[in-house]
């Protein structure tokens, strides 16, 4: 059983920075891929930012420049790193870890999301 858990979502003005950690733990492949994904209110989840266990990130237009994903592998972590917060980056922060199963397979964990609200 695989779980992941986000923490340090808030509350913060514009142009301030948050840093947000998914940690998951259980039975984790050694070759992954973990990502943040948000949802607004009334909008559908979109992809923040991945990064593979071997440190390859791939970033949404909207993160380029500000938000920097990285991960602690020893520690089964993730971070994202956001700078330059604006008021349309508000949204319920989701991690989600692609784990490896049996070749071909694999399974999709989701956190229970984390609030980050940016106020103007």
């Known amino acids: 059983q695989v779980h992941v858990m986000e923490s340090g979502g808030g509350l913060v003005q514009a142009g301030g920075s948050l840093t947000l950690s998914c940690a998951a733990s259980?039975?984790?492949?050694?070759?992954?891929?973990m990502g943040w994904y948000r949802q607004a209110p009334g909008k559908q989840r979109e992809l923040v930012a991945t990064?593979?266990?071997?440190?390859?990130?791939n970033y949404a237009d909207s993160a380029k420049g500000r938000f920097t994903i990285s991960r602690d592998n020893a520690k089964n972590t993730m971070y994202l790193q956001m700078n330059n917060l604006k008021p349309e980056d508000t949204a319920v922060y989701y991690c989600?870890?692609?784990?490896?199963?049996?070749?071909?397979?694999?399974?999709?964990?989701w956190g229970q999301g984390t609030q980050v609200t940016v106020s103007s």
């Open positions: 989600k870890l692609r784990n490896n199963e049996t070749f071909p397979y694999y399974a999709d964990y």
């Open positions: 259980g039975s984790i492949h050694s070759r992954n891929v």
């Open positions: 990064i593979t266990s071997g440190g390859m990130t």
